[in-house]
């Protein structure tokens, strides 16, 4: 076994088969885990305390944003032992700022990855807004979209 679990950012080796009901259950836990710690240690007044992050996600938003969209069942994307890119999905970076992160949908050479882009990142910002997370759908270079992911700011 590795070091312990950890999220698949999209940069990572595919997620073979075999292993995807063993993923699935790791996946399931540690997003319970981190529905746990949210409700632990909520300092929000009112509402439901899993909706907000909790402090260490607001440190690691890659790790957190990343295994919000592996817990959603979006697929998140891969590279070979080369570095080449084998399966399309969503890639979580870290953002410019401090707390903030990139969710990209890409996927190997003439996948079609661009042409889902759209839908996919919508799909993906769906899927993080209910855990206080805000995504805006920018368009970047190239006419290439992406995510940029943040604390959602508290409820007016």
């Excluded at 993080?128 to 190239?142: C, I, T």
Aim: proline share 9%; hydrophobic share 40%.
């Amino acid at each position: 076994m590795s070091a312990g679990f950890a999220a698949a950012t999209g940069d990572g080796p595919p997620l073979s088969g075999r292993d995807a009901e063993q993923r699935s259950r790791e996946v399931r836990a540690a997003f319970e885990g981190l529905l746990q710690i949210r409700r632990l240690t909520s300092r929000q007044g009112g509402g439901d305390p899993a909706a907000h992050p909790a402090e260490w996600e607001l440190r690691q938003p890659v790790r957190a944003v990343a295994l919000a969209l592996e817990a959603a069942k979006r697929p998140p994307s891969a590279l070979d032992a080369s570095g080449v890119r084998v399966a399309t999905g969503y890639r979580v970076t870290p953002g410019e700022r401090l707390g903030t992160a990139v969710v990209e949908w890409l996927g190997p050479p003439g996948s079609g990855a661009a042409q889902e882009e759209e839908a996919a990142l919508t799909a993906c910002a769906s899927a993080l807004a209910p855990l206080g997370w805000d995504a805006l759908l920018y368009r970047g270079p190239r006419r290439h979209r992406y995510l940029e992911v943040e604390p959602a700011g508290p409820a007016a």
